[in-house]
């Protein structure tokens, strides 16, 4: 952060606030980000809860720069949403997840199902379904093993277009799963209108499951798994830290979970060695 703001200084007039320049600098290299192959794709294990297994992974966006190194997904993927980066770089990690799962399968690997993230700006392109459809017969990929994330606010903007699309991506096979599931304003109702596979439970009603597993404090964990079992969604805990918030949920008849507890986003690499360990046969 040091080195950005050195930089600034030189290249903007100071009556730019220091955010704003910070931001331009950040987009200036993100744009050739891909092309220097400074953006990678790292993958984080989803955990059946009964047997411990890995039953498949998220895929996240990384991106490694040459003097700043990391950069944090939270500050370069809203500057790619607002640019339109997001469009490149979404195809990009969408491809390297699809084909990275596939070789997987191919060395004979428990065959498992990547999640991949969609932005407002993907989800809204007019030819989605066709590109993804590209991606998958490029990659050879079977479309039962690909799911996509999308957030609710995505879901509630430009809804019947939405629905469209997401039945398109359903009758191909493809899985939906809605993230951050209750930070959100959807209204319940909808639910039903979305050809929907998985309710992802956000990290922060997970995190406030306490020590002692207070009732009240894992009350939305419980009502979103009841919600899920009524509803025949699979659901999927985040940011699974602590044994007692494992322990909690896995009371509360969550089947899946993601979380540092069990592992760290992973390069391909020691993914694909902890797949080999604890793959799921
Ligand atoms: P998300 O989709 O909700 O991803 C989960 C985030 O929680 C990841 O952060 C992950 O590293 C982090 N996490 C996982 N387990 C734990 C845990 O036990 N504790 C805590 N505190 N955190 C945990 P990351 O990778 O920094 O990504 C942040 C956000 O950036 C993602 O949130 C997602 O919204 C976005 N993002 C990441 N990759 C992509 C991508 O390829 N495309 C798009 N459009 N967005 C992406
Ligand atoms: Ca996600
Ligand atoms: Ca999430
Ligand atoms: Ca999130």
Not at 194 to 220: A, C, H, M, N, Y
Request: glycine share 6%; charged share 25%; net charge negative.
């Amino acid at each position: 952060a040091k080195e950005l703001g050195r930089n600034l200084w030189h290249l903007h007039a100071p009556s730019m606030n220091q955010e704003a320049s910070e931001r331009l600098l950040l987009e200036n290299h993100l744009r050739r980000a891909l092309e220097r192959d400074e953006i990678l794709v790292y993958y984080q294990p989803k955990i059946e809860l009964q047997s411990g297994r890995v039953v498949g992974m998220e895929a996240l966006v990384r991106w490694h720069h040459s003097t700043w190194g990391w950069v944090s997904p939270a500050k370069f993927i809203p500057i790619a949403e607002d640019t339109g980066l997001i469009a490149a770089i979404g195809e990009w990690v969408l491809g390297t997840a699809c084909r990275d799962t596939k070789r997987w399968q191919d060395l004979g690997l428990p065959p498992v199902r990547v999640a991949v993230n969609l932005s407002a700006h993907q989800v809204h392109q007019p030819n989605l379904v066709e590109r993804v459809e590209e991606i998958l017969q490029e990659t050879g990929l079977p479309p039962r093993f690909l799911e996509l994330e999308l957030t609710e606010s995505i879901l509630m903007q430009n809804t019947e277009r939405v629905i469209d699309t997401l039945h398109r991506l359903r009758r191909m096979g493809i899985t939906i799963a809605i993230d951050d599931f209750g930070t959100g304003y959807s209204s319940l109702s909808y639910l039903q209108r979305f050809p929907i596979s998985t309710l992802k439970i956000d990290q922060s009603f997970v995190s406030s499951i306490s020590r002692d597993g207070d009732r009240l404090e894992g009350v939305i964990a419980k009502a979103v798994l009841a919600l899920a079992q009524n509803l025949d969604l699979e659901a999927v805990a985040e940011g699974v830290e602590t044994l007692d918030q494992q322990a909690f949920l896995r009371d509360a008849g969550c089947d899946f979970a993601q979380g540092f507890l069990y592992s760290r986003p992973l390069p391909a690499e020691e993914f694909e060695k902890l797949l080999t360990e604890r793959g799921h046969t």
